[in-house]
């Protein structure tokens, strides 16, 4: 069928891509410090998955049960995401990339210290353990490394679409006693946001991604100086 040729197609691309790339790291002698990092990344997941999880196969490989297991202080930003950073901080553990042909890359070093970094800057703000942030930043890739920093805070992150109104910001916000938002560089949801901030309620900061609005805190520039 098409879907099948074309499924086929996008195979073969891929595998030339992987082939020329190998070729690349060959010429300029750096396959060996490639094969070193894929190993011990595949080490570290390795790990992480035996202390985290009981498997169980069966004869032929398949799994027979699957359970998991962690202690009542486990935290996904500490136990997982610096444990990787320890292991294989050079190794990527992000590709964000948009309609627009923009990419940006993250390593595992990246993310942990963007995440504490962004920890710091909420800690600053007053944002403690127990509370609520809500997070509408689409698919903007600040989002991984925020939403890690919440949790390794013990804050409550509460993802939220951008086509919420003022009038749906503003219920959640009461509903949950939210204290704190952080959204997208889009002038719409800013606005929505401001609105539902300026009425009697919890909410006392917004923080937009990479611009700067007024009545809002430029949290690119809050992490960056953090």
Known sequence: TPEELEEIRKREERKDRLHQNYLKRKANGKQKEYEERTKAKKKAEIEARKQFC?????????????????????????????????????????????????????TFADLSRLSNKAANVFLKYGIKKGDRVLLMLKRNYEYWYIVTALHKLGVVAIPATNMLTAEDI?????????????????SETIEHLLTAANRENSLKTVFVAREDFDGTVNITKEIEAA
Do not use: H, Q
């Open 54 to 106: 009981n498997e169980e196969f069966n004869s032929d490989n398949t799994l027979k049960s699957f359970k998991l297991k962690f202690e009542d202080n486990y935290n996904f930003g500490y136990d997982v995401l610096d444990k990787m950073a320890e292991k294989a901080p050079n190794d990527i553990a992000l590709v964000w990339t948009n309609p627009e042909g923009e990419e940006r890359i993250f």
């Open 170 to 186: 503003s219920y959640r916000v009461n509903v949950a006693n939210i204290k704190m938002a952080v959204c997208t560089p889009d």
